[in-house]
């Protein structure tokens, strides 16, 4: 579903991708994990077209994307839920749920509104609330809801478990499991690298810009670098 191949990226004179490659198959759960400042964040912010790739190729379903600019590449069928969960605070929790649809011209906005409600019922009895009053979980909820109200084939999740209390840090992670099993595919950047490897097909380790290690999730988690480096053993 989703290829890059050596991409680079960077800010000004930084480059933060260094010839990055990496690909997602359709219905898979993908994680990227690695420290703070490997680049990360700057992939999935490449991939969705918030940053342009200065190097490399882009392709989604086979089309290269990596020249479009962000709305387009939504409208493609790519949603980007951030870091920090970035909803907009004196919002209401339905105007931020329909902003999330605002590149769609379809009958089904409504129906698609409904069912997010269903899949967060506190997101239902919160709607007419200003989002900035939600909690930090309920927050997350939204965002998620807000990606989903898109209607993407291919979510990204960047650090969806950042500053949650560990209760609804799997809450988020059971959350994120039954999108994919309802048929979205995931690539997830996470801090929580033990709970993304339990719960992803594959993962990539990502260093200092460059992907190091790939491989099937469940042998990373008993790789000796991985465990040094990402697991605390």
Do not use: W
């Not at 918030?50 to 392709?59: D, F, K, P």
């Amino acid at each position: 579903m989703l290829t890059l191949e050596g991409v680079r990226a960077g800010y000004g004179r930084v480059e933060a991708l260094r010839g990055v490659s990496l690909a997602v198959g359709c219905g898979e759960l993908v994680c990227l994990v690695g420290a703070n400042g490997a680049g990360k964040t700057t992939t999935l912010k490449t991939i969705s077209g918030i940053v342009q790739a200065t190097g490399g190729r882009i392709a989604f379903e086979g089309q290269d994307i990596h020249r479009l600019a962000a709305p387009e590449i939504l409208r493609r069928g790519i949603a980007h839920c951030p870091e920090g969960r970035r909803v907009f605070p004196y919002l209401t929790v339905e105007e931020n749920l329909r902003l999330g649809a605002y590149v769609r011209r379809d009958p089904e906005v409504e129906a698609d509104l409904r069912d997010v409600y269903r899949h967060f019922p506190i997101l239902d009895e919160r709607a007419r609330q200003a989002a900035g009053t939600l909690s930090g979980g309920e927050q997350q909820m939204l965002a998620i809801g807000r990606a989903l109200m898109a209607r993407p084939r291919l979510i990204l999740f960047d650090e969806p478990s950042l500053g949650l209390a560990p209760t609804i840090v799997e809450i988020t992670f059971e959350i994120i499991k039954r999108i994919r099993n309802r048929g979205a595919t995931v690539l997830m950047v996470e801090q929580n690298a033990y709970g993304a490897l339990r719960m992803a097909d594959r993962a990539y380790v990502m260093e200092t810009g460059v992907i190091t290690l790939s491989g099937p999730a469940h042998e990373l988690l008993e790789n000796d670098h991985v465990k040094r480096a990402y697991l605390g053993g």
